[in-house]
């Protein structure tokens, strides 16, 4: 088991220029809506059937039709005009910008980084030496060019990520996508000659776990065909693949159930630490770890809701709920430790790394070859801990030189080889910067950092609390130009998120900057409730039938915005993806007085659905299950696709998908765009034919979306 960091998907060697808080990962396979007291009346504006469900066919031609005649009259409305233009030429001018951080991660003696540029569109993955790597211009070696392999095979590939045979590390399993989809194609690659194994290990396309056991032997989760998948698209049945057998002669080591998430088995390759791991999700939420050891499964003890990792000899348990054992009351959202073989023979006596108070939560966690570092969020700050066993007990001690306010990001350069680190330190205003350091050697060294992609002067950032319906406090940060009259006249954006214990930190983003910021706008970003920010009570606060304290809690920010005079409805936009999107799809349909437009991005919609369309069903723990009746009502309730009205006044809609999400169904956005169509009101539409949940499956793609919303929002607030 690795390390385990909640919110990963913005750690540190994943961090790029732009704004990357807004999607929700499936924890480490992939990575709102709730009810008030009384019973939900029913919608008389609903249809009695769905008109529209001919749109979740995703390929099909009448759909793309649809699609492209809904894309031809945005484009037609907002990529004309000079804003446009100008604001998708200085966006791609960025993401293409050389002088980006080169973010690495150390295989061997080599340090491996996946480029794009405006020459690389779909990257170029090279290697460079520590020595190269701190020069101004290290010199790079390339691994594997993808634009030139994709243009030999006739493929539109998009990177994936690598797993790696340790300790030799002269082969790994590349995963690539077909335009950016979840599901990926896994071929083995031979370092030394860089290129693919020739009858090497090949697995099709799917929704594919791929784990080494050895040289020889994989752990594939896979389809394997009819009944092999769970009801959310993941795998249900683990296997033990040899080499230069066929995939269907693969044994079966574990399977799951149907209704499970997923199932899937891995090696910790450590030297000197080697475990064997089943893992079993049965919710977003649950799951179970089991240890595989002489043909035996001995079950990893812990609650279900707790994530439980190794790290060398240790075992950590992170607790989403209270937890009595051994005589010892550990509270939700701690950290708790124990040397993996006492664990075996019996012993619960755990040390506590962290514990959370009011306005304190666990970041993440992560570790070095002798330390571990704990990340700790202290309202909605990062603070770093050294955490040292000696002498039979931990001791923790602060990271030095590290700045009292932003988002730091903590990962080991090689846990196997030593305690250097890196740190990723990035704010509003801030250009990202990559530190590196070794503990116990003072404080870390800036070694790369992004140039200042726009103009910070008379930018100030501020810390703000609204007071939500129930009077929880909610933070909320603010961006703005300190000259900025208070007269309710700025255009603002708000930006939230609030679910699946996802924070939203401080975070340099050159587009939010160069196209918002720079020119006059206000930014705002939302610490609602759903979020992780204060660990699992926060999260949990907002589940399934309780989702209206997110949509509450952002209501109230904005009318913090509007009493304060920093903006008012005409002025105010609100933007969120993925899940909030369906952020933004309640507030636009439950507080439409509130605002002017809304950027409604991979959104869920359709919350009667939502279970039966891609992943959907994974995310029952979320949400709440709508087969179940009592559930099905709040679900209803909070069910945008269903709460659309003829007679009421919304404000103006961009929504925003892509035609290969494989994560969540593009449909969701098609039938909203439709059904709000019937009923005559004000939404624009564009559906990208490629990448994926995030959107875009290049740099190109991502400057024409982002430049997208921005236009539609400088067309509507002013």
Known sequence: MAAKTRGGYVAAHAMTTTSTALLAPFAAICIAV?????????????????????????LG??????????????????????????????????????????????????????????????????????????????????????DALGKAEGENWVWKGSTWLLPDRDRCLL?????????????????????????????????????WKDRNTLYVGTDFGEGSMTDSGYPRIAKEWQRGTKLSEAKTVAEGQKEDIYTSVSRDQTLGFEHDFLFRGMTFYTNEVFLLKDGKQIKIDKPDSANAATHRQWLLIELREDWLISGQQHAAGSLLVIEFDKFLEGDRKFDTLFAPTDRSSLAGWTGTKNHLLINVLDNVRNIVQVATHTDGKWLLEALPGLPKFGTIYASPVDDEAGDAFWLTITDYLTPTSLW??????????????????????????????????????????????????????????????????????????????????????VFVVANIRGGGEFGPRWHQAALKQNRNKSYEDFAAVARHLIDSQITSPRHLGIQGGSNGGLLMGNMTTMYPDLFRSVVCQVPLLDMLRYHKLLAGASWV???????????????????????????????????????????????????????????????????????????????KQAAFMSALAYAFLWETLP
């Open 61 to 146: 031609d009448k759909p793309l039709d649809w699609v492209r005649a809904r894309n031809a009259e945005s484009q037609k409305a907002l990529t004309d005009s000079e804003r446009f233009q100008k604001m998708q030429a200085r966006t791609l001018s960025i993401l293409d910008s050389t002088d980006k951080v080169a973010y690495v991660a150390k295989r061997g003696e080599f340090y491996y980084n996946l480029w794009q540029d405006a020459d690389n569109p779909r990257g170029l993955w090279r290697r460079t030496t520590l020595e190269q790597y701190q020069l101004d211009e290290p010199q790079w070696e390339t691994v594997l060019d993808l």
């Open 436 to 521: 590196m350091g070794s503990i116990g050697d003072g404080p870390a060294k800036k070694i790369k950092s992004l140039p200042a992609f726009f103009d910070t002067d008379g930018l100030v950032v501020e810390q703000r609390e609204a007071t939500s319906k129930d009077g929880t406090r909610i933070p909320y940060f603010l961006v703005m130009r300190e000259s900025a009259s208070r007269d309710g006249k700025n255009p603002t954006l708000l930006y939230g998120y609030g679910g699946f214990e996802i924070s939203l930190t401080p975070n340099y983003s050159a587009t939010v900057g160069a196209s918002w910021l720079e020119e006059g706008g």
């Open 621 to 699: 723990g979320e949400y709440g299950d709508p087969e179940q009746p009592l559930e099905a009502e709040w679900l209803r309730r909070y069910s945008p696709y269903h709460n659309v009205a003829k007679d009421a006044t919304y404000p103006k809609v961009l929504f925003t998908t892509s035609t290969r999400d494989d994560r969540v169904h593009p449909g969701h956005a098609r039938k909203m765009m439709a059904r709000m169509l019937e009923l005559g009101h004000d939404v624009l539409y564009y559906e990208n034919i490629e990448g994926g949940h995030g959107g875009a499956a290049d740099n």
């Open 34 to 58: 709730a009810a008030i007291a009384q019973k939900p009346m029913p919608n008389t504006n609903a249809p009695a059937t769905d008109p529209y469900l001919w749109l979740e066919e995703v």
């Open 175 to 211: 995963a690539l996508s077909r335009g950016g989809a979840d599901a990926s194609v896994v071929r083995e690659f031979d370092i030394p000659s860089k290129s693919f194994v020739q009858d090497g290990f090949v697995l099709p396309e799917a929704k594919t776990q791929a784990a």
